[in-house]
């Protein structure tokens, strides 16, 4: 019913730039809150930062002042906009979406099928 298309991770070197998109399609009748997590190995799933569809967002201290939320309503995108990167910013990173479906209006928490981002030193 609803997918999440994830794209922008790669390789680059610390102090380098990325930018994450995700882009939601299918039968969307609203979206409220979009996000990126990230899983590095051996470790939980951690949200990164998150946005709301009003514009409000929060972010894990640990990317505070590096990384930045943004989202298109219109297309239904969210971006990531990393800067700064770390070693320790490596993960596979998850776009995360709160969907509530046209037609059925059931409401639910949808995934991206994740994106490698690798920060070397």
């Known amino acids: 019913q609803v997918q999440l298309v994830e794209s922008g991770g790669g390789l680059v070197q610390a102090g380098g730039s990325l930018r994450l998109s995700c882009a939601a399609s299918g039968r969307i009748f609203s979206i409220r809150t979009m996000g990126w997590y990230r899983q590095a190995p051996g470790k939980e799933r951690e949200l990164v930062a998150a946005i709301t569809s009003g514009g409000g967002s929060n972010y894990v201290d640990s990317v505070k002042g590096r990384f930045t939320i943004s989202r298109d309503n219109a297309k239904n995108t969210v971006y990531l906009q990393m800067n700064s990167l770390k070693p320790e910013d490596t993960a596979v990173y998850y776009c995360?979406?709160?969907?509530?479906?046209?037609?059925?209006?059931?409401?639910?928490?949808?995934w991206g099928q994740g994106t490698q981002v690798t920060v070397s030193s």
């Open positions: 995360n979406a709160d969907v509530t479906v046209a037609l059925s209006k059931s409401r639910g928490d949808y």
